[in-house]
């Protein structure tokens, strides 16, 4: 079946802009997390949604916000971007995000900030 | 979540098993222990998760200590494709925790 799909896979912002991520998850799987990864500060969790709710947030700034459909899929928004902000963006998808279920990743989104 | 420990990096002769050892010595009784890796700009790949027994897959075999302190993925042939940060991870069991801690990892290094 089909696996994690994230888009775009690379993308090129201007400091002050917003850029949104999209992420898709394998079939029948509802729990959607996000992940920010670093040179510097390594893979982050930033929040998990579960039947187009937020169930667990990290500890980033509100610039930082997500959604999920119905269709499970899910977007994460980056507003007012900032240089720091340039990092591979990650998804991953479960089945119900319940501890006992594997977590799969996406390629992830690559995002620099200039 | 409980905390681990791992070596940073490790090599290991193609061929040859692999064993990753991590330890997370604050573990609770209900927390699982998870193994993930990630190939250089990839997302990272789930590989094998066990609670008290040890476990194994067709990619690889988890040890868990009796005390569960600690634990060892074992990769019985590596190959070149294995190189790898592979992270060690403890998660607990609440519903709706679908967060994973990550750590740093211990960089794997397949030597031809």
């Known amino acids: 079946k089909a696996g994690v799909t994230q888009t775009p896979r690379y993308l090129i912002k201007t400091r002050g802009q917003q850029v949104t991520l999209s992420c898709s998850p394998i079939?029948?799987?509802?729990?959607v997390s996000w992940y920010q990864q670093t040179p510097g500060q390594g893979l982050q969790f930033l929040f998990e949604?579960?039947?187009?709710?937020?169930?667990n947030k990290g500890n980033f700034p509100g610039r930082f916000s997500g959604r999920q459909f119905s269709n499970s899929r899910s977007e994460m928004n980056v507003s007012t971007l900032e240089l720091g902000d340039s990092a591979l963006y990650l998804c991953a998808s479960s089945l119900e995000g319940r501890v006992g279920t594997e977590a799969f990743f996406g390629q992830g989104t690559r995002l620099t900030v200039v | 979540d409980a905390k681990t420990t791992q070596p940073p990096s490790m090599d290991c002769a193609e061929g040859r098993a692999a064993n990753l050892p991590c330890n997370h010595s604050t573990i609770s009784g209900n927390e699982y222990v998870y193994w993930y890796r990630q190939i250089h700009s990839q997302g990272p790949q789930y590989i094998i998760h066990?609670?008290?027994n040890n476990e194994t897959n067709e990619m690889a075999s988890l040890i868990i200590t009796e005390d569960r302190k600690s634990s060892t993925l074992i990769l019985p042939h590596a190959t070149l494709r294995d190189t790898a940060v592979y992270y060690c991870i403890v998660r607990s069991p609440n519903f709706g925790n679908e967060k994973l801690t990550f750590g740093t990892g211990t960089r794997l290094t397949i030597i031809p």
């Open positions: 066990g609670l008290k």
């Open positions: 079939s029948g799987h509802r729990s």
């Open positions: 949604y579960f039947s187009e709710t937020q169930r």
